[in-house]
């Protein structure tokens, strides 16, 4: 059994990922979007980085890969699915997940440690934390500002599908908090199935102890252990 | 079969915050020129042979539904002529 890290041209974090997911015990490997799924599938990344060069608007263009209808297909049959910051881009453009991320408030991209709040604990990406508790993991992306319609976004809310939201250090959700825009503070969502989520900030760059100062988004990776 | 040039315009919906456009607008405001407002859009000319216009506009509405605009943020409008 394996967690496939699909690799689009101009992915960048998926060694990454992969490097996170083994580090916790977890059987990852790259695979490339032409190859397909692998048979023994046990879970799926949709890494970060700037595939085909954010053409047209980030993530457009491998949403759109062929690969993305069976990912979809394998989100639908209860494999966990994981998208992380230009894979949250891809998961969105693809349909995996409501709304839109776009650009900036600040036109800028934005490299930097954010704090998390924890919305829902229940959930196989937020087991190991608490309601409420407050994470801090990167954020590195130009185009994250989450953007949904005003009834898809109580949908989403009155649903529950809020995974985490941009908050300060003692877990308030303020517009000084809020790195870009998004609507409702939202850096990450789940899918219709609670085994699919897309976030903007990083956890596999806040999960190896010799890394990064962080190792608060080892949890969320814990999905897959 | 025809030749025609089907133009596909997207743009932000209404309320969607554009940043680029509001910073393009602060710059044409710092080499001193008045305006009001600006908003931006993505403009496509596409080349396509069809049976007449109505085709024509028919599937380079469905490239903007496939792929050109994103429903969530933006809206888009088509206009056909012969080549």
């Keep these: 059994m394996t967690v496939a890290v699909v690799q689009f041209g101009g992915s960048n974090c998926d060694r990454d990922a992969v490097r996170a997911l083994s580090y916790l015990g977890v059987d990852a490997e790259r695979i490339w979007h032409e190859d397909g799924l692998p048979a023994d599938l046990d879970g799926i990344v949709l890494p970060g980085g700037f595939s085909y060069g954010d053409y047209l608007r980030a993530g457009a263009m491998a949403a759109r890969a062929p690969i993305m209808a069976a990912v979809r297909e394998a989100a639908e049959e209860g494999v966990p699915v994981l998208g992380v910051c230009n894979g949250a881009q891809i998961g969105s453009e693809s349909g995996l997940t409501p709304g839109a991320f776009t650009t900036n408030a600040s036109a800028r991209f934005q490299c930097e440690p954010v704090h998390l709040r924890v919305e829902r604990a229940d959930t196989p990406w937020t087991r190991a934390y608490g309601d409420g508790e407050v994470i801090e993991v990167p954020i590195a992306h130009g185009e994250g500002r989450f953007e949904i319609d005003d009834d898809a976004y109580d949908d989403l809310v009155a649903d529950d599908r809020v995974l985490f939201r941009y908050c300060d250090a003692d877990g308030a959700i303020t517009d000084d908090a809020n790195p870009n825009g998004s609507t409702g503070n939202v850096a990450g969502i789940l899918g219709e199935r609670e085994t699919v989520a897309v976030l903007m900030p990083h956890p596999e760059r806040a999960t190896l102890p010799d890394v990064a100062g962080s190792t608060d988004g080892e949890g969320v990776l814990r999905a897959f252990v | ?83």
């Design chain 2, 1 to 83: 079969m025809t030749g025609y040039t089907a133009t596909v315009t997207v743009r932000l919906k209404r309320g969607v915050l554009d940043p680029e456009a509001e910073t393009t607008r602060r710059a044409l405001e710092r080499l001193g020129f008045e305006l009001s407002g600006l908003r931006s859009a993505d403009r496509f000319d596409i080349d396509l042979e069809a049976e007449d216009a109505d085709e024509a506009e028919e599937r380079a509405g469905e490239m903007a539904e496939r792929l050109l605009a994103n429903p969530t943020i933006h809206d888009y409008e088509v206009a056909v002529a012969e080549k």
